[in-house]
Structures are given as C-alpha cells and as structure tokens.
C-alpha cells in the first residue's frame, strides 16, 4: 500500500489522504476537502484517482467531493447511513465491507459511531510478506480513521454524536487493534492534545518527549503515530492510570476512588469539549 498524507492549509487543519496500489498505481481520496491540492498531488505521483471515500458526514471531509469525482469518475463510499447526509453516495459502506483499491490493497470499512452515528473508519491489515513496490514500513496495519482518534487524542461529539457511543466503539474496535497499528487521522491535533494529556498526567515523560519533539518538527512529512504510541501519551488509552484518576479527582471530586474506565473516559471528554 502506498499512502500519501496531504494536509490542508486550514484553521481546522485537516488532512486528506491518497491511497494507492503498487502494483496498478490505482488511487482512493479519502476525505478530500482541498480539491485541487488532492488532484495536483495525484497527478504528480502519476496515482489514478478510482474512489473517494467519506469518513463521515462534515462538511470539511466531504466539501471536494464533486469536484475530485467530477475530474475523474470516481465512485464515492460513505457509512451506508449517511446516504441521505451526503450527496451522490454510490456505495453505503456497512461493517465489513471491503474498499479494493488496484489489484492489492484492501481497505475494511469499520463502523465506528460516536463523532457521529455515520462514521466509518477505513482499515488496512498489512501485508508483511510485501508486494511490488513496498517497503517495509508501508506494510504495517493502517486506519485512516476521520474523527475518531486523533494522535494524542479522540474526536468530540457534539455536532451529531455521542461520547457514550464512542467510548464503546472504542472497547470494542479501537482498543483491540494491533499496537503495530499505524494511526491516520482527519486532523493535526497533536500538540494540544498533548498539552492536554500532561494536564491530566504531568508526570507522563513519553508525552512530554513527544510534545518537545512536536515543537521542534519542521519538514513537510507529519508524524506518524501507532496504537503502542497511543497507549503511551494518549489520556483516552490510559484509563486506569492512578496519577491521572488522582488528576482528574481534583475536578470531579465525587468521582471516587475507582471510577469505571467508562467514567474516566467520559470525563476525560467532557473536560477537552473546552480545552
């Protein structure tokens, strides 16, 4: 699998992503809100766009959609309940459902409610036998996962969603992924959700190196994280952490002594609506 990353030059600093076969150079969009970036970025990597997909609903993720389809034909995928959300979905993507892309890329729609209730994810199980034109760390498993999880951080739910859904799509999809699991978000949140994780655990050292890297970054490639990084710096993934509960005790005093992991989370959420 190829993938490039393309981030968009907005306030909500979105990313849109080009996936594509090695074999055929056959492409999918996801989320393509620049438009003429996406199309310009195809064409200079000689990438054919064959699909967009839609991880959800938002205008940012869907706002390029005629026009990218409209330069090329390509199908458009979205979550099989935002048919009536999204203009000219072609195929409604249910759990399971597979996104081929060429002769040897195979994305696996996850349904994966809580941003919204029409929110899919896109999964990528690897391949590291390898293939034509692949290396090594393009063969590690991939979501490109929209809103749901950030680096550092998970999606709100106050434009059409519900933490409560979320945290459970989260146990039940997102927890059990492969540590190896490479992370492809909708947005550049990275450094605030880190500042954001300190203030919950300020003793978190792989958090903190992360953060200082992130203020020294430069260079046009963006960081890459995976769900073993995420379990290190991500407050969302550290549930049971004692010095975090402690944190959080400071502002839910009645939030006991061992609160659920479902409470932590939701709490967790509550207090980042207004970091």
């Known amino acids: 699998m190829l993938v490039k990353q393309i981030p968009v030059n907005n306030s909500l600093r979105n990313y849109m992503y080009l996936i594509a076969c090695p074999e055929t150079l ?9 438009h003429a970036l996406c199309l310009a970025q195809a064409q200079e ?9 839609n991880t959800h609903e938002h205008f940012d993720h869907t706002g390029g959609n005629d026009a990218v389809i409209g330069a090329t034909g390509a199908t ?5 309940k935002a048919i009536d959300k999204i203009d000219n979905v072609d195929v409604g993507l249910k759990a399971g459902d597979v996104v081929s892309v060429g002769t040897s890329v195979r ?6 409610p809580g941003h919204t209730f029409c929110h899919t994810c896109l999964y990528y199980q690897g391949n590291m036998a390898g293939g034509k034109g692949e290396s090594n760390t393009e063969q590690a498993p991939a979501l490109f996962c929209g ?3 950030f680096n550092a951080g998970v999606g709100n739910c106050h434009n059409g969603g519900d933490p409560k859904i979320m945290y459970q799509t989260f146990v039940e999809q997102i927890y059990l992924l492969p540590d190896v699991t490479k992370i492809y978000p909708g947005h550049d949140y990275i450094v605030n ?4 994780s300190l203030d919950r655990e300020p003793e978190n050292v792989a958090a903190q190196s992360l953060l200082e890297a992130m203020l020294q970054w430069s260079g046009e490639q963006h960081f890459i994280s995976n769900i073993a990084m995420e379990k290190a ?3 969302f993934f550290r549930l049971e952490s004692k010095s975090l509960i402690e944190q959080l ?3 839910f005093p009645d939030l006991g002594d061992q609160p659920t992991a479902e409470t932590v989370f939701l709490k967790l959420r509550e207090l980042r609506n207004s970091w």
């Open 26 to 34: 056959e492409a999918v969009a996801i989320d393509p809100l620049d």
């Open 76 to 80: 458009l995928y979205a979550h099989h």
């Open 45 to 53: 990597l000689g990438w054919v766009i064959r699909g967009v997909i």
């Open 193 to 196: 959700n880190l500042r954001f």
């Open 233 to 235: 710096v991500n407050s």
């Open 249 to 251: 005790s400071l502002q």
């Open 107 to 112: 994305l696996i729609s996850l349904d994966t």
């Open 147 to 149: 809103d749901t999880l």
